[in-house]
Each structure stands twice: as C-alpha cells, then as structure tokens.
C-alpha cells in the first residue's frame, strides 16, 4: 500500500508543481489586459474571462516593442527614455542595476553563468556547486590580493536565490559539466546526476560508428 502511494506521489507531485508554476506564470501575464481599455477586454466583449489571452498580449507587446527598436529611431527613442530615467534620483539607482542584470542575462552575447565550479561552502570541507560570473572589479579589486573569481551559489531547490562570494580562484575545482547539467542537479537536490562526459563521449562515438555502417 506504501509502495503504491509513494509511486503516485513521484508521478502527481511533479505533474501538480508543474501545473501551478505554468498557472502562476500565465496568471500574472494576464495583468497585462488591465492596460487595455475596460470595453475591449475580453469579460466585457465575450462575457467571460478567458485564460491566457493576456499571455499572448504579453508576448506581443514583448515582440513588438524588440522590433521596434531593432531600428534607428527606435535605439534613439530607448535612448532618450533611459536618458531621461537616469537623470531621476531614486529611479537611476534601482533602472541602472537591474539593467546591467538584465542586459548579462538575457543578451545573447552574455556570459552571466560561465562554468559551474565547486567551492567549499558554507565551511571548509562542505562542498557545493557555484556558477563562475566574473571577476571582482572597481573598488572591491584594489583591496583582494591575488587572483580572486565572482562566484554565484545558488539556492535549492529555487535557484534564482543564492550568495554573492568573491573566492581565490585557487579554492575552485572547475567541472566538466554544462550550466543546464549544473541547474538540474541542483534543483532536483542531488537527485537527477548529470552524466559523466566520457558516458557521452562513447555514446557519441557509437552513433557515429552506427551511422557509418549505415
């Protein structure tokens, strides 16, 4: 009977997380029909709520607004707004920050999470995994002797929280593993392993051979 349970609870928990991430994230995206006026959203138009049209409004605006400024006059216009955000007090602060997170995040030539390391954290002989994002700058470097790495230890199993540490690059052992492969292990606690590299090497070597034969 404990068996049976425990295997339903290892197939629905995931499939109930899942579903409640994807409603949350759906949810908030339909705020977005608040910015429309209150006779074209769709309670008024149909009668009823339906689920998902802000999400798709969302992504359109997202679309639109990244195509708009693809051109000159778009630049100039992105320009002249953050020109005129920075010149705020409090705003310059809180815009500046989240920008420069945002642009090493989601630019395409961005390396926010370079290599997955391991560290000893939070005490020597405790180990944990860490994301290489660079090394210290400004102020901070002038008073670090040696060479020294920015290191990003996340959180389990929500990895969008962690710790800021500043390490001798000498007390990292760098892993021969993806960032994806680092982030899985991570949030499945140690669970899900990634494979080892020369697992792959060899399974890529028989597909080849596989693929000559045929």
């Not at 068996?3 to 109930?16: D, E, M, Q, R, W």
């Not at 074209?40 to 009823?48: D, K, S, T």
């Not at 955000?85 to 090493?104: A, E, M, N």
């Not at 389990?156 to 990292?172: E, H, I, Q």
């Amino acid at each position: 009977m404990r068996k049976y349970f425990i295997t339903g609870l290892l197939i629905l928990v995931p499939l109930a997380i899942t579903v409640w991430v994807l409603n949350l994230i759906i949810g908030t995206m339909d705020q977005s029909l608040l910015l429309l006026p209150e006779s074209w959203r769709p309670e008024a138009l149909v009668g009823f709520h339906i689920p998902g049209l802000g999400t798709i409004l969302t992504l359109l605006i997202i679309f639109i607004t990244g195509l708009a400024t693809r051109n000159f006059i778009g630049r100039q216009v992105v320009s002249l707004w953050e020109g005129l955000l920075t010149r705020i007090p409090v705003v310059k602060s809180i815009y500046s920050s989240v920008k420069q997170v945002s642009d090493t995040l989601f630019s395409s030539s961005g390396n926010a999470f370079r290599k997955a390391v391991l560290v000893q954290y939070p005490r020597q002989g405790s180990w944990t995994i860490a994301f290489l994002t660079g090394i210290p700058g400004g102020e901070v470097k002038n008073h670090l002797q040696g060479d020294y790495v920015s290191l990003y230890v996340p959180t389990t199993p929500n990895p969008t929280s962690g710790f800021f540490l500043m390490v001798p690059r000498a007390d990292t052992v760098e892993l021969d593993m993806s960032v994806d492969e680092a982030l899985k292990y991570i949030v499945s606690m140690g669970v899900v392993a990634p494979e080892m590299q020369a697992d792959k090497k060899i399974i890529t070597d028989i597909a080849t051979d596989a693929g000559k034969h045929n």
